[in-house]
């Protein structure tokens, strides 16, 4: 057995060189380390960081392979040359847009952690294990490379890495990039031209003089804020036969996902069941105004607060968002009862940017890190609590 | 005013390699050896030099801080090595036992008829009051301030920890001696806990209240207890003992002698065939293990596999041990141990780990970390497994940064390391716990006593 002695007597010969760090993100990553306990308990429990970060990209790999799909089937239907979904042709062409966005988001990232951890003299860490996949399932498939290359940077190192790495950060990295695309492009993040891979390129080939139809393709979001018409059925948003970024449309396999993460004990079951407790109590509180009839059909809030309440919860990015995003355990509340209450503001804050802000139709990105901010605030209450329990505790002794 | 004690959160490990309930004598062992580094924060002073010749009783150094109290000799012998560190601290006094053991005459007493001040230099002098400890910060008790209550627990839950019914059977007397003792030295109670159906010699006793407890691991450890019993308030002071140390105490007020004798489990799946033995504080590992053991790439653990010691056939037996336990080392690589489906390892997730599908298997798990050191990043496991009413990671993480007002305000005068111990066993980013809550309490009683 030649490759565990060799990889062995590298990392025994090279311990002191500044290099080793990204020697052994490679070594780890065949074998688990030969390290034993040294102070403490003498077994451990068998999960590591790897392990945990695997497991929410595990749940991720259903809804890349169905955004694989999409994205074709999009494509074809909005260029007037419809494909069956689940074809060759319509995979393969979105394989072939979204691998690029998969190589430069790991590439990039990782690049970027590396240098860190040499520079720093530790490990590389796992957390851009789930940032990387989680990064090309939240853009639009036409992104150019080189943005989301700028955008990664920016996420990773301000994001993340002046806070002192993996563990550290405050804001959820994939949503600070995210953000960072939405606010430096917004051209490219929002808008009829972006969801639809070509359509971009078919815009500016019009603008260029040719002689062609406009591709438009409006998420259901982005129509609703407008007050048109929905095109798609309620099962076309639950399964996500629908335009959107490349992971976030298929509500399915995202409920698939989040009860995978919660079985295996990886998510919090309590921030995601509260997120969707409170997006459902906003959704009713918007159905009761325009029930009540306070709102007319003339308002430009009227189509958003309108749509039925459930309907929230299969659009835009609201089911991924929640169950992938506002679960990171760093940038959620750390605590079990401020994770009800960070979850439910969540959802109760995604659906109210969704229907207040019709510039910024995707709510829930903000609204997860806004509760990111405040995460530590809440923890803070929280903890408190125990605090003055021993406090009062004391007192009525001493009384 | 029995108070019963339930447990939810926690975690049973159960390991391979249980002590059959067989006792034998130990090899005869030549050699005891004392070391200060069991007595925690202690400086000590020598009473003795190379060359001295003691009775099982006598002392062999004493406390800088405090003369009066003594640490003895458990055997009688001669004084043959006393080794050094740097700066010329003591790490060992090792003492060559005599074939016939003498005893120092601390003379029969009935502890009906002791005061507390009596009892107290009794202890003090006989070196049986390194076997109390306290808390806040879990060392040997202050014996300047009275304690609110003392606590004993009589349930082990520990892995493969040795079974307190089976080992006090028949020490019903010494047991009873010593309790009458200790309670007069509290203004409270003496708790004592037993387990739930346990036919503990306890149960019969008086001068004590008893606690039934149940439920997963930690329910056994005393901090848990003294969490769910009366818990410790800023400025309260409790103190803790084992109960094999009360048979000594107990025996020293039956017989005036200091008798340094208790019997341990030998268990683990490293060990042949897994039993008990008599034997005496500060025996050498090598006499109660050599010959036992299966394979040579063996941890030989100083007590049980959470908050053990390390020690090689050449050390001794911890003075406050009740076991030892010999485990493999995990000192080997694993092809793609991360993430691939694990089935023989404990593990409280169900990340492709499947020790949840079998609740009764037992492993035999070994020292690797199965990953390597992070930051904190998961949360909410340790709450799982954590029963006291304090946020673990929150206090782990004030005694990291060192903010003392904070660490007093989560709950850190209620702690001892042993706590943390299944808190540091399901830890994903594989943090030390107890040396950080270690470090926390030494840095308290050195800024604030």
Redesign the interface.
Known sequence: MGL?EN??NIKEKNKDKKWLPAFSALH?????????????????????????M??VVLALIPCLIFGMFNTGFQHFKAFGTPVEFLSMDAFWFGFLKILPLIIVSYVVGLGVEVLFAVIKNH?V???YFVTGMLVPLIVPVDIPLWMLAVAVIFGVVIGKEVF?????NILNPALVIRAFLFFAYPTWMSGDKVWVGGAAERAQEIADGANLDAISGETILGSLAQGKEVLYSVSDMFFGYIPGSVGETSTFLILLAGIFLV????G?WRIMLSSIIGAIVMGLIFNGVVNAGWITEGSKFYSLMSTEFWHHLLIGGFAFGVVFMATD??T?S???KG?WIYGFLIGFISILIRVFNPAYPEGVMLAILLMNVFAPTI?HYV?QG??K???K??KV?TA | MSQDIQIKKGLDIKLIGEAEKVTENAKSCSVYTLKPEDFHSIVPKLSIKIGAKLKAGDAVFYNKANEEMKFSSPVSGEVVDIIRGEKRKILAVKIQADKDQEYVDFAVKDPKALKADEIKSLLLASGCWSFIKQRPYDVIANPAKTPKAIFVSGYASAPLAADYDYVLAGKEKELQAALAALSKLTSGEVHVSIGKSSNSPFSGLNNIVLHKVSGPHPSGNVGTQINKIDPINKGEVVWTINPQDLVIIGELLLTGKFNAERIIALAGSSVATPKYYKTIIGASISSLVEGKLKGNNNRIISGNVLTGRTKSLKGSFGFYDTMITVIPEGNDYEMFGWNLPVFNKISTSRALTFSWLFPNKKFDLNTNTNGEHRAFVVTGNYEEVFPLDIYPMQLLKACKYEDLDEMEQLGMYEVAPEDFALTEFVCVSKQPHQEIIRKGLDLMLKEIG
């Not at chain 1, 074998?31 to 945990?52: I, M, Q």
């Open positions: 565990k990889l062995h780890t990553f065949l074998y688990t380390p030969n390290e034993t306990t040294h102070s403490g308990s003498h077994v451990r429990a068998a999960d590591d960081l790897k392990r945990t695997t497991m490990e860490e796992e957390g002192g790495g993996t563990g550290m079985v295996t004990k990886i919090s355990p760093v959620a750390q605590t079990n994770k923890d903890v125990n605090v329990r021993r406090l505790r004391l002794k």
